[in-house]
C-alpha cells in the first residue's frame, strides 16, 4: 500500500524558514513525478512546487518562486521542500504528492497524496 507521510511543519516567524519533508514507501518514487500543494484557511489547494515525471524538470508557483527549493532524494524515497523568507501568506496546510503527472500543477493527475502538514507564519 502506497503512502506518504509530510513532517516539518510548524510555527515560525515572518522572514524564518522551514524544511518539509514527505517519506514515501510502497511505491516505485524514482518512477513518478512529485509535488508540493498547499490549502489556505478558507481556500482551494493549491499548486506550490513539482519535479516532473519526466525530465525532472522543476517548477513553481509565481508566489514561492525564489524563496523555496523543491529537492528529492530516490534513495531515501523522500521530496523535500526548503522554504525560506516565509511571509504570512505562506500559512496553509501543505501536501506532497506523487503521480505521472505530466501537468504537474494539475492535481487530479497524481494519484498519490499525503495527509498535510500544517505550517503557520506569525507575523
Known amino acids: 500500500q502506497a503512502q506518504l507521510v509530510e513532517s516539518g511543519g510548524g510555527v515560525v516567524q515572518a522572514g524564518g524558514s522551514l524544511r518539509l519533508s514527505c517519506a514515501a514507501s510502497g511505491i516505485t518514487f524514482n518512477d513518478n513525478g512529485g509535488g508540493w500543494f498547499r490549502q489556505a484557511p478558507g481556500k482551494g489547494r493549491e499548486f506550490v512546487a513539482a519535479v516532473s515525471w519526466i525530465g525532472s524538470h522543476v517548477y513553481y508557483a509565481d508566489a514561492v518562486k525564489g524563496r523555496f527549493l523543491l529537492g528529492r532524494d530516490d534513495a531515501r524515497k523522500t521530496l523535500f521542500l526548503q522554504m525560506d523568507r516565509l511571509k504570512t501568506d505562506d500559512t496553509a496546510v501543505y501536501y506532497c504528492?506523487?503521480?505521472?503527472?505530466?501537468?504537474?500543477?494539475?492535481?487530479?493527475?497524481?494519484?498519490?497524496w499525503g495527509q498535510g502538514t500544517q505550517v503557520t507564519v506569525s507575523s
Open positions: 504528492a506523487l503521480g505521472k503527472a505530466v501537468a504537474v500543477r494539475t492535481q487530479s493527475l497524481y494519484s498519490h
